[in-house]
């Protein structure tokens, strides 16, 4: 009687006959990547689609917003954003989603039979993935549900930060455990030891706890599996994609075709200004645009400034029209001349973070030596104009603690433009008040603001959720 | 001790001899019946003085012997209502005894409209029954609510029992889609003229014995069986003929290209056609619509004895439809048999078997272009049918702007055709363990399979971007029933009587459909009959359910005196489609009458001869939700690509596609019925009235939920709905004598709210429908229209649509004298999307039903009329019936009398070809007054007197003439004011778009007896 009452389709899979093979395993973490770029339904947002790195770009000195019948950025771009944020909603609907994948295969995946070696790898594989989507949530909102388990009920209580960075580094580190890299064509992309690391060390940097900063940092660069590229133009290039200054990127891009479903990144859509199609550049809308502060920052012959951004369109009759600064990094004009979507990686860690945040570490720590020998790796690229080093950007010497750390925001402000950074180091150096007036007079954040407010939807959907003081 | 010989002939009031009849000596176990001829023939012994004449459907009759020999007798039928016997769930009861609420339609009251399907003859019948006719279309299904919407998310359908076999009604498990629009009612496939009664269990108290799948109300049908007695054959033959009841009225080709050209000229545009007067009219409508026959052929056969009783029809039903190429055809029989194999065992089966196919053309709306209804009324009407210069031969396209296919193309061309079939059977065995104890054990089939074919030509608009296309669809399903009950009645010393019965039932169900589709056929010759012609074929794609039912249920009736009664009944249901821990739900009920005119004080009231008073309290559920529901299943959703500088890498992912939700559990109704039966005057008025008060709660609602469960939204069982309302249903015999004349009346009140959907924000559904907390189900939401702007100043000055302030870009679309007004309900000076509000509701303030019947001598007329009051309907037809840029053909009135700056009216907009802003916009203009009264049937009957029958060995005759919707009287200006696009959608009510339209039917018929 009770099987003849057990339902057991056929035609379908479910959950109670899933996770059973060596396959299984490798689609449920699987499942956890694939939300990070876009999916097939909605707004096609994954993670990393757009909301997180505009609204990252936007709630600082560094984007503004351009982009009509979203008024929603408007008010991040200017610090008047309240809780029915749609992104900050598909922000938290999208990490949570991503999370509970990852809860699964990390519960699921030890009770399957199968190579052992590849069994503890996926579920570390996993707990990266999970520690990575956990440290931006708890970034941005503070204390929220700490969710953990397949089954978890449906309005679970918050967590305090301490514990949730608890469960971020505890994932995190058993992550270190993972390979060291993977052959191209067999998991190149996959979570790496190295990323592990330096994604710890940039927790670390967040806590304030330098020492340990300082130590991933140093694992990671002295693993040797990782260098920057001579050129910055060199980053951005879609033949770049996974190379050595690559620590973890998420894909996007059809494979060539191989995907018949739009996965393609919206770094070029969103990011290129309407005037390139005189260029035959495709669909630039030109929604977020950088703040004229932020170009007018550069140094002149800073190479980075000339990679980041696009000032001139050529015409078709060979005469030159000069617009105001967009973003262009991400577009390898060669490889995707129409532009378009983008086949190009969202970098969420790469190798001059690495070198950046032991230079930040290291000031903490008194370590002078190690602060300038990494800051000024990043410097001496950024004068390499292609074929020479320009007689610019000098290396740092001589400065006070106070200045060194005024000078490594700003190499970091150079150098991760659109990257999903900026917000994050305001947030990190307590410095959104000070900052963000300068670039953007008129807009003033306040306390507040160091937190995103959890979006409304959640809130009246579940009683256990605090909203952040001040929204 | 002396004993004599009695004889005699029993026959009816009409003259015609009754065989059969049981002749008992009253006391004794003397039992004869009559034969073929009526004769009876039975000893009688000295002191016995009374024979018993019984027949069922006929009053008893009691005769003293005294000292004759012979007595011929007349019995009276059975006008009682209160002496009938009732079919309630596992059992049949004494009207009289009822404590639940249970009406019941007989045959001959079904008889009286022609229908390919008996829940289309229910309709005005029973009150507390509201039944929908959805469209016109041969063989289309209806829609039925039996006291009220129960439900957002799962079925709201009621059950149907035929012959004590549970049937599956949901459409959507028999159909694979191909044949689109309307589909064709599964119910269809049970002839109408097989049905003895129908039973309609509305309160908990009948309907808590079928537990789970009783909130909806449960149908009961009982089809015909034999009698003993002398054999009979009956033939019943109709033959009809179908018109469209109502024509819309749209502009001829002078008129159509006078208004093409105004609107052109309203927008400073050069006029198209250069003299209007001289073009020559298409009527597309007429093109598509005829004059279309129908005819029923059936065979009876029954009869029996004493031990065997047997009834055996075939029947053969066609009917085209009014729209050229639609038809229905039905080929069916049924074998009806019981057996007395021993005193105490009896063994019986019912069978039926039952082919319908079907041609369809495409209403409703369509994909690139609506279906022919649409495509008919909105054509350009200057055009003409063919054009021999276009491949195909037909005219490809409206040329106006509305993307519109030939209407008479796609009647012609499309292909679409549907075959199914459906077995129902059962057998049962019953035992008499002892005297009052009863064993019955029955096992019981419904196996059915579907097949749709569709094409459409490379030549038709629709499948221009297929370049051809077909699709095949089929589905086969199978239920299977084993049901075992105990039966126990027993009666002490006259004072109380108890019966009981208790059960145990298993159920399952399961399908299989398979369907594909192929683009591109070059050669036109082959269509659906060879699929593999196709140059682009597509993925096919199949799929299965399956449930499973494990029931416990039992009923005690108890009455005291005769005047106490007393109902409790119980229904434990284990359902495969909730998750364990939740798959059992338990339905309990209770309920008392009194019958007050068997009180002593009574005995002196002399007008009341029944009257009684019912009250009944319980929970029952629902569980019409796809199974699977409480499963998560794990399918492809994300894939990706890791690149790196030796190329992209592909990986694809599996992950739960929707929540675990365990706590997935049965959505429960609590019901309060207190109801009335009084009759008076010796059974010349009977009334029912009742009052009931169903709240549902647990409702299966799709329900927003926490984003950190990963998912948004979930079926969760929140969320409460309430019906309340009366059923009321009155009977009068108003003359007696030569001349008869009686009357029925029946009315049903229900008025629903969705009081908690857990959630405050609004759900805006398609056809201008919202959900709201507060509101009923079925409620029109838009913007409120408030006449036409006189004068170009009132219009400057006035809150106008966006797009239309003096300041637009587009000088067209400035509002001007001629262009339709909207309320700016919230007063900020323009119209958006804010000012929208509701429009009344789709549900019917109350449903009626009004029968009169006539006999004199051999006559019989009668009348029946029913309606719906309150009842708004959206007609989405008008959104283009009323759009007067010239993109297509519209109303005639409305066009006629357009506003000019000469001719102006408050009612109508100007013509205007391009700017104008109101196009689509779902107003208060496009919900109208859906109420109805409609002159059902008519019918005229002369029986041939037995006398003149006698000689020619012909038993009974009698011949019809009928009308069937031969009359409506309403507000509403589509063909008809019942109709739903939507089908049987719970949500969506109360929309009519291109349906097919509703007929107005003529018939002749005859019955034979042999």
Redesign the interface.
């Known amino acids: ?1 009770k099987k ?4 057991d ?8 006959n ?1 996770y059973q093979t060596e396959q ?1 395993a490798v ?11 876009s ?2 339904s909605g707004s096609y947002a ?1 993670v990393y689609l757009n909301s997180f790195w505009v609204t990252a770009g936007l709630a600082s000195d560094e984007m503004n917003n351009q982009e009509i019948f979203s008024p929603y950025y408007d008010q991040t771009a200017t610090f008047t954003y309240s809780s029915q944020n749609n992104a900050l909603q598909e922000i ?2 999208t990490h ?2 991503t ?3 990852a809860n ?1 295969a990390i519960e699921r995946i030890p009770l399957i039979q199968m190579d052992a070696t590849l069994r503890t790898r996926l579920v570390n594989e996993a707990k990266f993935l999970r520690g990575m989507l956990y440290f931006d949530m708890v970034r941005m909102f503070g204390s929220i ?1 700490l ?1 953990l388990k397949e ?2 009920p ?3 209580s918050i967590s305090s930060v301490d514990d949730i960075y608890a469960q971020i580094i505890s994932d995190l580190s058993d992550a270190e455990s993972l390979p060291l890299n993977y052959p ?7 979570a790496t030891s190295g990323a592990a690391k330096a994604l710890l060390a940039k927790v670390y940097l967040t806590r304030g706890d330098y020492t340990n900063c300082a130590a991933k940092c140093k694992e990671v660069i002295n693993s040797g599996e990782y260098a920057l590229w001579d050129d910055f133009a060199d980053v951005f290039k ?6 050595k200054e690559a620590i973890f ?1 998420v ?6 075709g ?2 018949i ?1 739009w ?1 393609v990144g919206q770094f070029n859509v969103r990011l290129l200004p309407t005037a390139l199609s005189a260029e035959g550049v495709e669909n630039a809308q030109g929604w977020q645009v950088p703040t004229q502060d932020l170009y007018d920052s550069y140094d002149a012959n800073d190479r980075r400034r000339a990679v980041t951004f696009v000032t001139e369109v050529h015409n078709p009759d060979g005469s030159i029209t000069s617009i105001k600064p967009y973003i262009q990094k991400y577009w390898d004009r060669i490889a995707e001349p129409k532009a378009n979507g983008t ?1 190009n ?1 969202y970098p969420v860690i790469r190798y001059a973070d690495v070198l950046l945040m032991l230079a930040e570490a290291s000031n903490e720590l008194g370590n002078t030596a190690d602060a300038y020998t990494y800051i000024n790796m990043v410097r001496k690229r950024a004068r390499f104009d292609g074929t020479v080093y320009r007689d610019a950007l000098p290396d740092y010497t001589n400065l006070s603690q106070e200045e060194f750390r005024a000078a490594v925001l700003k190499e970091r402000r150079w150098e991760f433009v659109a990257e999903g950074q900026r917000w994050f180091d305001l947030a990190r150096t307590h410095t959104l008040e000070t900052l963000v007036p300068i670039a953007k007079p008129g807009v003033t954040p306040q306390t507040k603001h160091y937190l995103f407010p959890l ?1 409304q ?2 809130i009246d ?2 009683p256990n959720l605090v909203q952040n003081t001040g929204y | 001790q002396t004993s004599k010989k009695i004889t005699g002939k029993v026959t009816t009031e009409t003259g015609e001899v009754l065989a059969g009849v049981t002749v008992q000596v009253k006391g004794t176990s003397t039992i004869v019946t009559t034969n073929d001829s009526g004769s009876y023939s039975i000893n009688v012994s000295g002191n016995e003085t009374t024979l018993v004449f019984s027949y069922v459907g006929y009053a008893k009759q009691e005769v003293n012997v005294k000292n004759k020999t012979s007595f011929d007798v007349v019995l009276i039928e059975e006008k009682n209502e209160l002496s009938q016997v009732v079919v309630i769930g596992y059992g049949t009861v004494k009207k009289s005894d009822l404590t639940g609420s249970v009406v019941s339609v007989k045959a001959d009251e079904l008889k009286a409209v022609p229908a390919t399907s008996f829940d289309q003859a229910l309709q005005g019948r029973a009150a507390g029954v509201q039944v929908t006719q959805l469209s016109g279309k041969p063989g289309a299904e209806t829609s039925i609510r039996i006291r009220g919407t129960t439900s957002i998310n799962a079925g709201n359908e009621p059950l149907y029992v035929i012959d004590g076999m549970l049937i599956s009604s949901d459409g959507n498990d028999m159909n694979t889609g191909v044949t689109l629009g309307p589909r064709i009612g599964p119910l269809a496939a049970i002839n109408p003229n097989d049905i003895e009664s129908i039973e309609i269990l509305k309160d908990a108290s009948a309907t808590a014995i079928y537990g789970s799948r009783g909130a909806n109300g449960v149908v009961i049908i009982t089809t015909k069986r034999g009698r003993a007695g002398k054999g009979s054959v009956t033939l019943d033959s109709y033959y009809g003929q179908q018109e469209i009841a109502n024509k819309i009225h749209v502009l001829d080709a002078h008129q159509f290209g006078d208004f093409v050209n105004e609107a052109k000229l309203n927008a400073n545009q050069t006029p198209i056609y250069v003299n209007p007067k001289n073009l020559t009219t298409t009527d597309w409508q007429d093109a598509v619509l005829r004059t279309a026959p129908m005819a029923n052929y059936q065979l009876t056969f029954s009869g029996g004895d004493d031990k065997t009783k047997y009834s055996i029809t075939g029947s053969y039903f066609a009917q085209d439809g009014i729209i050229k190429n639609s038809d229905f055809k039905r080929y069916s029989f049924r074998s009806n048999l019981d057996r007395d194999v021993s005193k105490r065992l009896t063994v019986g089966t019912s069978v039926t078997y039952a082919r319908v196919t079907s041609n369809g053309v495409l209403t409703n709306a369509g994909t690139i272009v609506p279906g022919v209804v649409t495509d008919a009324m909105l054509f350009n009407p200057i055009l003409p049918i063919y054009d021999s210069t276009v491949v195909g031969g037909y005219t490809y396209e409206n040329d106006r702007g509305k993307l519109l296919g030939n209407p008479v193309a796609e009647v012609d061309k499309y292909n679409s055709y549907t075959v199914s079939s459906r077995f129902l059977g059962n057998i049962y065995a019953r035992y008499k363990l002892m005297e009052g104890l009863e064993f019955k054990t029955s096992f019981g089939l419904d196996a059915f399979s579907n097949k749709e074919n569709s094409y459409a030509p490379y030549y038709l608009k629709r499948a221009q971007a297929s370049k051809g296309e077909a699709s095949l669809g089929t589905v086969q399903g199978l239920t299977w029933l084993n049901e075992n009950t105990l039966n126990y009645s027993k009666q002490f010393k006259n004072e109380h009587s108890i019966n009981a019965v208790a059960g145990f039932t ?1 159920q ?1 169900f399961q399908n299989e459909s398979l369907f594909v589709y192929a683009f591109d056929f070059p050669d036109d010759r082959t269509g659906y009959h060879d699929i593999s012609a196709a140059l682009n074929p597509q993925k096919p794609f ?3 359910s ?1 449930w ?1 039912l ?1 029931s416990f249920f039992g009923r005690v009736n108890y009455t005291i005196k005769d005047k106490y009664l007393f109902t409790v009944t119980g229904r434990s249901d ?4 909730f998750a364990e821990g939740n ?1 059992y739900g338990f339905f309990p009920s209770g309920a008392f009458a009194w019958r007050i005119s068997k009180e002593n004080f009574m005995k002196d009231v002399h007008a009341i001869s029944d009257l009684k008073f019912r009250a009944s309290y319980g929970v029952v559920g629902n569980q019409a939700i796809p ?2 529901q ?6 492809p ?20 596609l929707s929540y ?1 939700n365990k706590d997935l559990k049965w959505e429960s109704t609590k019901q309060l019925d207190i109801g009335v039966d009084i009759s008076l005057f010796s059974n010349r008025i009977t009334f029912t009235g009742d009052y009931y008060n169903k709240k549902t709660f647990d409702l299966l609602l799709s329900t ?9 939204s979930t079926l969760l069982n929140v969320g409460n709905i309430v019906n309340k309302g009366f059923d009321l249903d009155l009977k009068t015999i108003n003359t007696t004598g030569a001349l008869k004349w009686s009357t029925s009346l029946n009315v049903s009140i229900n008025k629903n709210e969705m009081t908690n959907l857990n959630t405050s924000t609004d759900i805006l559904l398609p056809g201008g429908i919202i959900l709201r907390q507060g509101l009923p189900i079925g409620t029109f939401y838009g913007y409120e229209f408030d006449g036409i702007f006189q004068s170009d100043a009132e219009a400057a000055s006035s809150p106008v649509l966006i797009g239309q302030e003096p300041t637009s870009p587009n000088p067209a679309s400035v509002a001007k004298a001629g262009d339709r007004k909207y309320k700016d309900i919230n007063g900020d000076g323009v119209i958006n999307a804010d000012d929208r509000t509701l429009l009344g509701n789709a549900q019917p303030k109350f449903t009626w039903g009004f029968n009169n019947t006539f006999s004199f001598k051999n006559i019989d007329l009668s009348f029946f009329f029913q309606g719906s009051e309150g009842n708004k309907m959206a007609n989405l037809n008008n959104l283009d019936l009323l759009n007067f840029t010239g993109q297509n053909n519209v109303l005639a009135e409305a066009a006629l009398n357009r506003w000019t700056p000469e001719n102006p009216n408050n009612k109508y907009p100007r013509a205007l070809s391009n700017g104008s802003l109101d196009v689509g916009i779902f107003s208060s203009n496009i919900v109208e007054d859906a109420s109805y009264i409609r002159l059902k049937n008519v019918t005229l009957a002369y029986r041939m007197p037995a006398n003149i029958l006698k000689k020619t060995g012909i038993q009974s005759l009698r011949i019809y003439a009928g009308a069937t919707n031969l009359w409506t009287l309403t507000d509403y200006t589509g063909y008809d004011p019942e109709a739903n696009t939507y089908g049987q959608s719970t949500t969506l009510i109360g929309i009519d778009y291109g349906g097919y339209p509703q007929t107005k039917t003529y018939t002749i018929g005859i019955n034979v007896g042999f």
């Open positions: 009687c003849f009452l057990t339902e389709p056929k035609n379908v899979v479910a959950v109670t899933f299984d689609f449920a973490v699987n499942a956890i990547y694939a939300w990070l770029n999916i097939s994954g938290w609907y949570y989603k999370i509970t994948l699964i549900p969710v089954s978890e449906l309005t679970p191209p064509g067999d998991g190149r992309g996959r879609l033949s770049s994609r996974g190379g990127s894909g996007f891009g059809d494979a060539g191989a995907i479903f996965e086949a990686d979006p939807r959640e959907l579940n | 298993v399952q199949n799929g299965e399956k499973s494990v284990g359902s495969s489609k798959k199974p699977y409480s499963l998560a299943l794990v399918g959703y994300g894939e990706g690509v890791f690149n790196s500088s030796q190329g992209s890498e592909v990986y694809t992912g599996r992950e739960p675990v927003p939920i926490p984003s950190t469960s990963g998912f948004t």
